[in-house]
């Protein structure tokens, strides 16, 4: 099973800043890296695949980056509606897992 | 409007079972593999099950293996989740979810709160 470690657990960013996420996983897994947004109370939207490609719908202040182990989510410019936990998956291997998640919060 | 509609949780006692089910509309259900993930209270997403088009390939994670049942009807638009010997651990909103032909879980319902306590 591929073991998928996001950090910071929590970053603290204000509006307008820009935000880093880190997931690392423990084996190569090429680029099969996916990761989500969820919001209270709402279920998981898909906003990159395969590691850097933006899902429909996704603003282009998100960028995915990174391959082999390490990856990373970039928001280059903190909307409000940015406030939410995310969340890594990998589909290179049987069982799916997903990192614990990294919650943005308002600094 | 492409949408999952789970239902079928509720409060259970530890050792009983459960049926969930989710309601696809908006898109053809017989084209697309499925999944269901959970989530317990406060915790982040635990892939629990998936099924293919034509239900011939069913993978389970371990903590759902020889318990949990996944299931589909493409002549009704459903996906199932059988769910016996309950534990309290297994407590969480159940999500389907749809596998894109990314690979990736595009398109989620709302969730089913699925309650395991005596």
């Known amino acids: 099973e591929i073991v998928l470690t996001q950090s910071p657990a929590t970053l603290s960013v204000s509006p307008g800043e820009g935000a880093t996420l880190s997931c690392r996983a423990s084996q190569s897994m090429n680029n099969y890296l996916a990761w989500y947004q969820q919001k209270p109370g709402q279920a998981p939207r898909l906003l990159i695949y395969d590691a850097f490609n933006r899902a429909t719908g996704t603003p282009a202040r998100f960028s995915g980056s990174g391959s082999g182990t390490d990856f990373t989510l970039t928001v280059s410019s903190l909307e409000p509606e940015d406030f939410a936990v995310y969340y890594c998956q990998q589909r290179s291997t049987w069982p799916l897992t997903f990192g614990q998640g990294t919650r943005l919060d308002f600094k | 409007e492409e949408q999952l509609v789970e239902s079928g949780g509720g409060l259970v006692q530890p050792g009983g079972s459960l049926r969930l089910s989710c309601a696809a509309s908006?898109?053809?259900?017989?084209?697309?593999?499925m999944n269901w993930v959970r989530q317990a209270p406060g915790k982040g997403l635990e892939w629990v099950s998936y099924i293919s088009t034509s239900s011939t390939t069913k993978i389970y994670a371990d903590s759902a293996k020889g318990r949990f049942t996944i299931s589909r009807d493409n002549a009704k638009n459903s996906l199932h989740l059988q769910m016996n010997s309950l534990r309290a651990e297994d407590t969480a909103v159940y999500y389907c979810?749809?596998?894109?032909?990314?690979?990736?879980?595009?398109?989620w319902g709302q969730g089913t709160l699925v309650i395991v306590s005596s």
């Open positions: 908006g898109f053809t259900f017989s084209n697309y593999n």
């Open positions: 979810a749809r596998r894109e032909s990314s690979g990736y879980l595009g398109v």
